[in-house]
């Protein structure tokens, strides 16, 4: 693995954003020789079901488990359901006879849907369509900017920057009484007190929201909770990096730079610009302002997590 794949994975799995998320590392390289042979293997599925654990979402997603093992089995599950996320798993199941056409059936039928249009990028890049797969993942982009799909697209159509997108780290815990409920009645209880608490409980509904992958969600919190909140450095720090859009960083460098003036001394300034750069793969920046955020406080709780990336380079062998 390369250093910049090193450091990636390392983002990946310390931001948690690889839960659930398909990781295409071929894409990366889209100056292949071209040919007329499908890629090798099969394309992944992409769906995403949230905090939802009806049986239907249990189904499916043991389907999408078994989709690359165990194909037949899959498109059996697949095929019992009519929903849109049913029959996106039944056409890739399907692959390679009618995958393509199936799915570009759906596209017409449903042409707004990031969810077929993702799915379809993946279809056409495995059978070497690429220019039509990005195209497509253009599309899931655009149509449902707001959802994991979209998240996903941007990743593909982003292959140098780390997968998914820097979560807010808040320097303060969630209370105990929403951190230990099942996922969906959580989520329904950080929003309800967004909705009527001050900044830092807007701020915890955001996270929630960034964790399930819906971006543009997440940053309307960031955002009410800077405008209650002017002075505190959580909460515009939050609205920076809520900004963060693969296709435009300085959405959110702009916003979070002229922090460092404003906040001198709050390590979730340095901290989050050190996030965002690892984003990037620009390491030696990152790694700067990771310990800039220790060396202001390291007991504190992002002194620690700063320390835990800062150990998490070096053990993947950066400086």
């Known amino acids: ?46 769906l995403d079901f949230g905090v939802r654990t009806d049986p239907e979402a249990v189904a499916l997603a043991r389907a999408q488990n078994l989709i690359r093992t165990q194909p037949k089995e899959a498109a059996a599950i697949f095929g019992r359901y009519r929903s849109l996320e049913g029959e996106v798993g039944a056409a890739m199941a399907d692959w390679p006879a009618g995958t393509v056409a199936r799915l570009q059936t759906l596209a017409a039928e449903h042409p707004r849907s990031a969810l077929v249009a993702l799915n379809l990028g993946l279809a056409l890049y495995w059978s070497r369509r690429d220019a039509e797969a990005i195209a497509a993942w253009r599309d899931a982009a655009t149509f449902e900017p707001d959802s ?4 996903r697209a941007q990743d593909f159509l982003h ?27 959580r989520l329904a209880a950080l929003e309800a007190a967004a909705h009527t608490g001050d900044a830092h409980a807007k701020l915890l509904y955001g996270v929630a929201l960034q964790s399930l992958r819906r971006p543009r969600s997440a940053e309307r919190q960031y955002a009410a909770a800077a405008r209650q909140a002017p002075a505190d450095p959580e909460a515009r720090v939050a609205a920076a990096v809520g900004r963060f859009d693969k296709s435009n960083p300085s959405a959110a460098f702009s916003r979070l730079g002229p922090l460092v003036r404003v906040f001198p001394h709050a390590p979730t300034v340095r ?9 990037m793969g620009q390491v030696d920046q990152a790694r700067d302002q990771l310990r800039r955020a220790r060396a202001e406080n390291p007991n504190s709780p992002l002194g620690r997590v700063a320390g835990s990336y800062l150990s998490a380079l070096r053990s993947v062998g950066t400086r």
Do not use: N, Q
């Open 1 to 46: 693995m390369t250093p910049r794949g090193r450091i990636f994975l390392l983002v990946a799995l310390a931001a948690v954003v690889a839960a659930g998320v398909v990781v295409v590392g071929v894409l990366a390289t889209r100056s292949d020789v071209p040919s007329a042979k499908p890629r090798s293997g099969r394309p992944p599925l992409a």
């Open 148 to 151: 994991p799909y979209a998240v």
């Open 159 to 185: 292959p140098r920057y780390a997968p998914g997108l820097p979560v807010f780290v808040p320097a303060f815990r969630e209370p105990l009484r929403t951190r230990t409920l099942p996922p969906a009645r």
């Open 271 to 279: 901290f989050h610009l050190g996030l965002l750069l690892l984003w």
